[in-house]
């Protein structure tokens, strides 16, 4: 078995390390006849790059993608499209000093545990370079969504401790941090800023929201939406909780306040989250993850090297001190990934 490869009709393998040649994904089951051109998903490789901001990493990468196969005259074929992202601004050497140690935090110590050997440039697969792969498929699922009337958007909700107030949505794509909230946005700048000097890192919670998703998505039991949704972004490395709708709270509130009442309108508040029995309900789907700070910090850690020795590791190279906002479409392709393969299974139910 392998853990590279997500989705049942659409789907998305992801290939490449950090620091090797190239990174980049392989979609089999895109119907054909879909309109597809690079510039479209160069678009989204161009929000996951590193921005302005002194508290991204000085990694400069070109991020073009080449579409290698399954596209034909400018419209998808059927054929497995392959999209490949080459690496130009790797630097493998940097981290020769951290061959024979584990860095906290990181999957170091794991995945020599699973396999034995590990790529020790960077975080090898396991680092977020990885996820280019994962903003250019999604960026093909975005298009076959788009076209059964599905839209969706992701916002920063906290970061560093601090939590938006009032929002407005249609504000948040053009800020730094993509945050809906211009005074709590100095704010994370300022703690970014607080962050980076003391050689440290912060954590975050991004909120995603999907509009227009049709009801009935979803395959009860071991394949509810819900939880195809969560597993797709826990499966992205920073990711350490997702709640949909009323999340967590929901355990605080009684059956009365939770329960949604249902009027000829619809819907008439939302603590489900566009979703029951794993199943869409026609509202908007909420879903929120939690972001853990990034690993590598500039501060002095205890670990152990590969023979089991009490050892201190200080960690160079060039990292971002939060991993918002250039999760932000991460979070956006792995949704629409999830959404594209339930809309096809679906498809194939209706028939």
């Known amino acids: 078995m392998s853990g590279n490869t997500i989705g049942v009709l659409f789907r998305v393998t992801t290939w490449g390390e950090s620091h090797g040649p190239a990174v980049g994904a392989v979609i089999d089951g895109c119907p ?9 998903i160069q678009d989204e490789l ?32 059927g054929t497995p499209i392959s999209l490949m992202i080459r690496n130009s601004d790797a630097e493998g050497a940097a981290y020769e000093n951290l061959r024979a140690l584990f860095r906290p935090g990181h999957g170091d110590f794991s995945y020599q545990a699973k396999y034995g050997i590990r790529d020790h440039r960077g ?7 990885e996820t280019a792969g994962r903003v250019a498929a999604g960026a093909i699922a975005r298009k076959i969504i788009a076209e059964a009337g599905i839209d969706l958007f992701a916002f920063t909700r906290e970061l560093g401790g601090i939590t938006v107030g009032p929002i407005s949505a249609a504000t948040a794509p053009s800020s730094p941090l993509c945050c809906p909230d211009p005074e709590a946005e100095q704010r994370m700048l300022k703690r970014l800023e607080e962050a980076r000097t003391a050689g440290d890192t ?7 929201v999907v509009r227009g998703c049709p009801p009935g998505l979803g395959e009860p039991v071991f394949s509810k939406i819900d939880a195809d949704l ?9 990711v350490k909780g997702v709640e949909i709708g009323a999340g967590f709270a929901a355990s605080r509130m009684t059956g009365s306040a939770c329960n949604d009442p249902i009027g ?15 199943i869409t309900n026609g509202s908007e789907i909420v879903i929120r993850v939690a972001c853990k700070p990034i690993p590598s910090i500039t501060r002095p850690q205890e670990t152990i090297d590969l023979q089991g020795r009490p050892a201190v590791v200080t960690i160079g190279g060039r990292h971002d001190v939060s991993v918002i906002p250039r999760i932000i479409p991460v979070c956006e392709a792995m949704v629409c990934i999830v959404l594209a393969d339930h809309l096809l299974r679906q498809r194939a139910i209706d028939r």
């Open 32 to 40: 054909p006849r879909l309109d597809l051109s690079a510039a479209e």
């Open 46 to 77: 161009d929000r996951r790059r590193p921005g302005g901001l002194l508290s991204a990493s000085p990694r400069r990468e070109a991020d073009r993608v080449e579409i290698l196969s399954g596209v034909f005259e400018g419209r998808t074929t």
């Open 123 to 129: 975080g090898g697969r396991a680092s977020g370079r």
């Open 202 to 208: 912060l954590g975050g919670i991004v909120e995603i």
């Open 230 to 238: 969560a597993g797709a972004l826990m499966g992205i490395g920073t």
């Open 264 to 278: 000829p309108e619809g819907f008439r508040t939302n603590h489900a989250g566009g979703i029951l029995a794993g």
